[in-house]
């Protein structure tokens, strides 16, 4: 079952970047360039993997960067995990003179396209004005539910984490202790969401075409669309079209509104009955209740 975030348009807090995903798919390609096109989705961005340093975090970066490599398979057991994700520059025999007998080594920028992550952890950055994470709260991954969904002991890091740390993810309000797992790429639904989101998008449009014909108000929730091939609801690279918009008068365009808005006010009155037994499970564990 699609999560509330799954289907929702989560408005980024920044421009896309030009860069492209380590995972180097024509098909993760084509996804993040359909969702840029749905009013700027965080899912169209990128997060930037970790710069080798000698920072107190370095030990949790390289254990990100492994298990991000692990997981897109593209680890080397017989290269150090930073090998992976870097680029060897040759310098001309006059240089190497100059300063060394050694190519230098450069470590370029690597980024993974967030559409590749859990969308409730997308959501929760975007309401927490964040756009990249080191870590995130086993109180928050257990929450969710995605401790052998997507994650599994092996992503936690058994290393300290600064309690000052800014690039912790945690539940608002929560408790942000360890222990710690680090965000790994293991969403398998967003083509799906794409395709339910994208159709979110084109009933918005619909709408707001009956209220200016003032024939009645009406909202939008999301359901998949039929044809398998993923298109950008609006033109973002060239050779690629853009869906078709929805008609204001066509009878069963306007009945599928109507089922969405259904589906989406259930899933407004589960997520409102979770939280307010979230509410008094939280206050009968305060002293004094």
């Excluded at 009013?39 to 930037?48: K, P, S």
Aim: net charge positive; aromatic share 6%; charged share 30%.
């Amino acid at each position: 079952m699609a999560t509330p975030a799954a289907t929702a348009i989560l408005t980024a807090p920044s421009k896309p970047r030009r860069v492209s995903c380590i995972c180097s798919s024509d098909e993760c390609k084509q996804l993040t360039i359909c969702f840029q096109s749905v009013d700027n989705d965080i899912r169209g961005l990128f997060m930037q993997l970790p710069s080798i340093g000698g920072s107190v975090l370095a030990g949790l970066k390289e254990h990100r960067v492994k298990r991000t490599l692990i997981h897109l398979n593209q680890y080397s057991p017989d290269k150090d995990t930073w090998q992976c994700t870097i680029d060897r520059r040759k310098s001309s025999p006059k240089q190497m003179k100059l300063r060394s007998e050694e190519p230098e080594v450069v470590q370029s920028k690597k980024y993974i396209a967030n559409h590749h992550f859990h969308p409730e952890i997308l959501q929760l950055m975007v309401d927490q004005g964040m756009t990249n994470i080191d870590c995130m709260t086993e109180e928050l991954i257990r929450e969710w539910g995605l401790i052998g969904n997507g994650y599994t002991s092996a992503d936690l890091y058994s290393g300290k984490v600064p309690e000052k740390t800014k690039s912790i993810l945690s539940l608002p309000g929560g408790n942000t202790n360890g222990p710690y797992y680090v965000p790994v790429p293991s969403y398998k639904g967003a083509k799906d969401d794409y395709q339910q989101v994208s159709m979110r998008w084109r009933l918005n449009k619909l709408v707001k075409d009956c209220q200016e014909k003032c024939r009645w108000n009406s909202a939008l929730a999301p359901r998949g669309e039929d044809n398998d091939v993923l298109q950008p609801v609006e033109k973002r690279a060239r050779r690629i079209g853009e869906l078709p918009a929805l008609e204001s008068n066509n009878i069963t365009e306007l009945q599928r509104a109507v089922c969405m808005l259904a589906e989406e006010r259930d899933r407004k009155q589960a997520e409102l009955k979770r939280l307010e037994d979230e509410i008094r499970r939280r206050e009968s564990e305060q002293p004094g209740w």
